[in-house]
């Protein structure tokens, strides 16, 4: 594989962990009704890092050429359709501090989903790793 190959994938798991610990704060703030989570900045840099994670992404996946694309990276872009609402509900849309907890919690649970996904390239996620 090539260093540009390289350099993509970890911008790219870099952006993910960022991105998720951003979340996790916000999702705190919102629980909270902290008024932080209406600064301008907020409000930004959410898109910024997850445009940027989604550019990557896409990188990685022309790079490879994975078209048709597989199964697990099907999964794992449904996945991100459900965190994506989730993270809405979390943040602004939930209309109740244990709502927006729930949701959130919801959120990093098919977050954790996703990363296994990635990682065994396979749509069951984590669960390859156990012999049933």
Do not use: N
Request: positive net charge; aromatic residues 12%; hydrophobic residues 55%.
């Amino acid at each position: 594989m090539s260093e540009h190959y390289l350099l993509i994938k970890h911008l790219h798991i870099t952006a993910a962990y960022c991105s998720l610990a951003f979340f996790i704060l916000r999702a705190v703030w919102s629980v909270a009704e902290d008024h932080r989570l209406k600064s301008t900045w907020v409000r930004v840099t959410p898109h910024l890092l997850d445009t940027l994670l989604l550019l990557l992404g896409v990188s990685m996946a022309v790079f490879l050429q994975l078209w048709p694309l597989p199964d697990w990276l099907s999964a794992k872009l449904v996945a991100l359709l459900l965190y994506i609402f989730l993270g809405t509900l979390a943040i602004k849309r939930g209309p109740t501090p244990r709502i927006r907890a729930i949701a959130a919690c919801l959120a990093i649970l098919v977050f954790i989903y996703m990363l296994g996904a990635a990682h065994q390239h396979h749509p069951l996620s984590w669960a390859t790793r156990f012999q049933l």
